[in-house]
């Protein structure tokens, strides 16, 4: 046992608990009696392999319907809090330059997550918060005014506060294991029901994975028992196992929250800019016009489809992709019309948490105050980022909630114990 209580006890060092404890450290008068703890020796994992390593820091625009979870007032106000625009001066002010791309997405101009780290790193040593890696906290049990932290090799510590940011179950090979939830749980927490989320579907259809690397815009939209839940609209990519890019990754949470009683399904429409009338007057014009032409011409041309897609396409709706359009009977027309914007999906599955992005699902934030993410179950316990239940879409979303959610309980934390505090 270390002899002084810390102030703070931070759990997992990802982009959470990095900003929860620079933001402690910033406002505290005795830094270094804050403590940020991660079971790896190497941290930062996430931030290092986030955006194809870029890091994709935030968004141009963040509102609560680009997450889903808990209750949209609550990530509302955490936004407001601390909104990507201060995020965006919070990285300037560490030395982080970032760059807007036309897709609204916000990278360092180095394209180098590392860059992200480091400069994250950097500050929390300038401000005096101790990071002590390859400590593992296995259990936190409160003791009067005190929590009580116990680790691998018999390691425990005493600590004023704790905040809880050791993520979720996404990715577990960069450390995330699920420790977390158990934890909150003996402290008195709900974990709402968890499902990998931003995660790759698999099929079994050996025509689709032949057309691997393939990519076209589609909308997905997402059905349970029949009935439309959700529908996303982005670049869609065909894999060597199954459906892939940020349109399936994005309706993924949808598809692994249900289990298989309720006939979850995915419908594509693969022209996802057109209406289908549009399509049909196109169709009839070229029929007209150009009766020679064939159904995979007509596609590659009027639809922009990748010729192997759309001959894959025909011969899913039973069409020889050499017909010509001009002898086009009303039946296959239809069949035609109905494989390009309501195809259903041969899903069998999704990759699952070992290639999820986030977590869909954690700690309830019924049980959370949106003002300054402390438990209202057990004053003193704070929490933030992925552990919470909350997960973003694709884009920059869930690091910004582990920004903003992160910067509130570090910042609330130290104003618990010495009063007021800025951000
Ligand atoms: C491949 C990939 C790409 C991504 N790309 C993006 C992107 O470009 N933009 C975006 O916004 N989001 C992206 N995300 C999501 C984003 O990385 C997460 O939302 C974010 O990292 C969550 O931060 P966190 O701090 O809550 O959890 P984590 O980053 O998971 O950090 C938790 C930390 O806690 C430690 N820990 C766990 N349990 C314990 C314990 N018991 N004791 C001590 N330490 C513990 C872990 O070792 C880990 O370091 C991506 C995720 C993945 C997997």
């Known amino acids: 046992m270390s002899d002084e209580p810390a102030d703070i006890a931070i759990i997992g060092a990802g982009a959470a608990g990095l900003t929860a404890a620079i933001q402690a450290a910033r406002n505290s008068p005795f830094p270094s009696r804050i403590f940020l703890f991660d079971s790896r020796q190497k941290i930062g994992a996430k931030i290092l392999i986030s955006g194809g390593t870029r890091c994709n820091v935030t968004h141009r625009q963040v509102v609560p319907a680009d997450y889903e979870g808990g209750p949209r007032h609550f990530v509302k106000h955490v936004l407001e809090a601390f909104s990507p625009e201060k995020t965006r001066i919070f990285f300037e002010e560490i030395g982080v330059a970032l760059v807007l791309e036309e897709t609204g997405k916000y990278f360092p101009t180095t394209h180098s997550g590392r860059t992200v780290l480091e400069a994250l790193l950097n500050e929390l040593r300038r401000r005096g918060a101790q990071l002590k890696t390859g400590t593992k906290i296995t259990a936190i049990k409160k003791d009067g005014e005190f929590f009580l932290l116990s680790g691998d090799a018999g390691f425990q ?137 064939s159904l995979r011409g007509f596609l590659t041309e009027a639809a922009a489809f990748p010729a192997r897609f759309a001959e894959t396409l025909l011969e899913k709706a039973g069409l020889d992709p050499r017909l010509r359009i001009g002898r086009c009977r009303s039946g296959e027309c239809r069949r035609l019309f109905r494989a390009v914007f309501h195809y259903p999906l041969e899903v069998t599955g999704a990759v699952g948490y070992k290639k999820a992005e986030v977590t869909a699902g954690g700690v309830d934030l019924a049980e959370i105050k949106d003002s300054t993410m402390e438990s209202r179950r057990l004053p003193g316990l704070y929490f933030a980022g992925e552990i919470l239940d909350v997960d973003g879409r694709i884009g920059g979303f869930n690091f910004q909630w582990a920004w903003s959610s992160g910067t509130i309980a570090g910042a609330s934390a130290v104003k618990s114990l010495y009063g007021v505090v800025k951000t």
């Open 157 to 293: 510590m005493a600590a004023r506060r704790v905040i809880l940011t050791p993520g979720g179950l996404s990715y577990p090979e960069t450390g995330s294991d699920g420790t977390g939830y158990r934890i909150a749980q003996s402290l008195g927490h709900t974990i709402r029901k968890t499902s990998p989320a931003l995660t790759p579907f698999t099929t079994d259809d050996a025509a689709w994975k032949l057309l691997s690397g393939v990519a076209l815009p589609a909308r997905l939209t997402f059905y349970r028992n029949g009935k439309k839940v959700s529908e996303r609209t982005g670049s869609f990519l065909f894999t060597h196992f199954g459906f892939s890019g940020p349109v399936a990754l994005d309706i993924s949470r949808f598809f692994t929250a249900c289990d298989s009683s309720q006939a979850p399904a995915i419908e594509a429409n693969f022209i996802p800019h057109e209406s289908a009338e549009n399509l049909k007057d196109r169709f009839s014009k070229a029929s007209r016009e150009h009766p020679e032409k």
